[in-house]
């Protein structure tokens, strides 16, 4: 029976520690943007710039210089 007490304080403990970190976070701002952090996958990306064209390397000449 004596285990039994043990394992309920202990659960309890544990329990209290969870509850205790939940509102801390809560407190802490980490929940505040929960909708736009879930929708954020969904946007486009703006990618990388453009690579130039043909036209415009032809513009510039030759890469190497010579």
Same mark, same amino acid.
């Given at each position: 029976?004596?285990?039994? +007490?043990?394992?309920?304080?202990?659960? +309890?403990?544990?329990?209290?520690?969870?509850?205790?970190?939940?509102?801390?976070?809560?407190?802490?701002?980490?929940?505040?943007?929960?909708?736009? +952090?879930?929708?954020?996958?969904?946007?486009?990306?703006?990618?990388?710039?453009?690579?130039?064209?043909?036209?415009?390397?032809?513009?510039?000449?030759?890469?190497?210089?010579?």
């Amino acid at each position: 029976m004596d285990v039994v +007490l043990i394992l309920v304080f202990i659960s +309890l403990v544990l329990v209290a520690i969870a509850v205790a970190f939940f509102v801390s976070r809560l407190r802490g701002g980490d929940f505040d943007h929960g909708a736009r +952090l879930s929708l954020l996958p969904l946007e486009d990306d703006a990618g990388p710039e453009a690579a130039p064209s043909a036209v415009e390397q032809r513009e510039e000449g030759p890469a190497h210089g010579s």
